[in-house]
Structure formats: C-alpha cells, structure tokens
Nanobody, 115 residues
Framework: QAQLVESGGGLVQPGGSLRLACAASGFSFSRYTMSWYRQAPGKERELVADITSTGSSPNYADSVKGRFTISRDNAKNTVYLQMNSLQPEDTAMYYC????????WGQGTQVTVSS
C-alpha cells in the first residue's frame, strides 16, 4: 500500500527556516517525480517545487525561488524541502505528491510563519 508521510512542519518566526521531509513507502519511489504543494486557508492548492526521479532539473514557483530547495534521497525513499527566509505568506499546509503512472498524496504538514 502506497504511503507518503510528511514531517517537519511547525511554527517559525519570519526570516526563519524549516526543513520538511516526506517519507515514501509501498511503491517504487526512485521512479517517481516528486513534488511539494501547499494550500493556504481559502486558497487553491499550488505547486511549490518538483524534482525528477533522478534529482535533476528541479522546478520552483516564482514565489519561492531562491528561498526553497527541493532534494531527494532515493536510498532513503525521502524527498525534502528546505525552506529559508520564511515569510507569513508561506503559511500553509504543505503536501508531497508522487507522480508516475499513478498519483499519491501525503496527509500534509502545517507550516505557520508568525511573530
């Protein structure tokens, strides 16, 4: 049974950093494109970053370029999102997604940026 479990969210002050992790199980993680999405209250879910199966050519939303970094460790079946210089507008539920022939979603981890 495929499963994605996010962790690392929390409350952080503006300008702070967090590192999210998404641990995968039950499918061939190394073959899948992995993505991070986020959804703020009252807004649609939006793509934050994605990364190919080999870890090449990461893509970022304009709003996070230069601040967030997506990476993956295929040996650990885990994808990461390093978030620096966090701002209140980054507050959202963050989800990871796996995509190949099927799509899998995690349950999300909450990130709150507030002083």
């Amino acid at each position: 049974q495929a499963q994605l479990v996010e962790s690392g969210g929390g409350l952080v002050q503006p300008g702070g950093s967090l590192r999210l992790a998404c641990a995968a199980s039950g499918f061939s993680f190394s073959r899948y494109t992995m993505s991070w999405y986020r959804q703020a209250p009252g807004k649609e879910r939006e793509l934050v970053a994605d990364i190919t199966s080999t870890g090449s050519s990461p893509n970022y939303a304009d709003s996070v370029k230069g601040r967030f970094t997506i990476s993956r460790d295929n040996a650990k079946n885990t994808v990461y999102l390093q978030m620096n210089s966090l701002q209140p507008e980054d507050t959202a539920m963050y989800y990871c997604k796996a995509l190949l022939f099927r799509t899998y979603w995690g349950q999300g981890t909450q990130v709150t940026v507030s002083s």
